[in-house]
T-cell receptor, first 114, second 115 residues
Framework: AQSVSQHNHHVILSEAASLELGCNYSYGGTVNLFWYVQYPGQHLQLLLKYFSGDPLVKGIKGFEAEFIKSKFSFNLRKPSVQWSDTAEYFC????????????FGKGTTLSVSS | DSGVTQTPKHLITATGQRVTLRCSPR?????VYWYQQSLDQGLQFLIQYYNGEERAKGNILERFSAQQFPDLHSELNLSSLELGDSALYFC??????????????FGSGTRLTVV
């Protein structure tokens, strides 16, 4: 069964530090990849998505992610985090053969101190 | 406001009871997805409906069932509740029956506490 692994459970950074959150998936076929963010007390929101084309995807709020097919990875990056980036981040995968459901990782909590 | 409405926001009930969670998708969206979020399991896909028909099933227990009505709202029924069913239940919607080209739009969730 396909699965999604997020390596870091909790990341603590100071403002202006660079961020990279790891995401690996297990499915070997064609995949669609997503990062969602959940701010405290709010619903999940789409940060960015990859379907095809340029493996470097830019999303909202300065986030980007790189799809590396050979490593089955889709890591999220931001050059300089802000206090307002404090949230939980979820990586998700949809494998075409598995229907339309998104399979989510367990999430990474990011805490940014000012 | 995401456009996906879930009610109630909080629910406290006793073991063995049955509850119904409701979700109204964003206007124009035909697909509804239900997810369970718990601390140990993360976000688990339960079930998907598209235009009234069941489209995909995930890790949904036999004690749980769902349906989507002609007006496209969906209900998730949880019965014979156990303490371990305590979780945040999310509903999401999308325009089509496939995720390609569209992400999901999530609701704010219903927090279920079983005591």
């Amino acid at each position: 069964a396909q699965s999604v692994s997020q390596h870091n459970h909790h990341v603590i950074l100071s403002e202006a530090a660079s961020l990279e959150l790891g995401c690996n998936y297990s499915y070997g076929g064609t995949v669609n990849l997503f990062w969602y963010v959940q701010y405290p007390g709010q619903h999940l929101q789409l940060l960015l998505k990859y379907f095809s084309g340029d493996p470097l995807v830019k999303g909202i709020k300065g986030f980007e992610a790189e799809f590396i097919k050979s490593k089955f990875s889709f890591n999220l990056r931001k050059p300089s985090v802000q206090w307002s980036d404090t949230a939980e981040y979820f990586c998700a995968v949809n494998a075409n053969q598995a229907g339309t459901a998104l399979i989510f990782g367990k999430g990474t909590t990011l805490s940014v101190s000012s | 406001d995401s456009g996906v409405t879930q009610t109630p926001k909080h629910l406290i009930t006793a073991t063995g009871q049955r509850v119904t969670l409701r979700c109204s998708p964003r206007s124009g969206d035909l697909s509804v997805y239900w997810y369970q979020q718990s601390l140990d399991q993360g976000l688990q896909f339960l079930i998907q409906y598209y235009n009234g028909e069941e489209r995909a099933k995930g890790n949904i227990l036999e004690r749980f069932s769902a349906q989507q009505f002609p007006d496209l709202h969906s209900e998730l029924n949880l019965s014979s509740l156990e303490l371990g069913d305590s979780a945040l239940y999310f509903c999401a919607s999308s325009v089509s029956g496939t995720v390609e080209g569209h992400g999901y739009t999530f609701g704010s969730g219903t927090r279920l506490t079983v005591v």
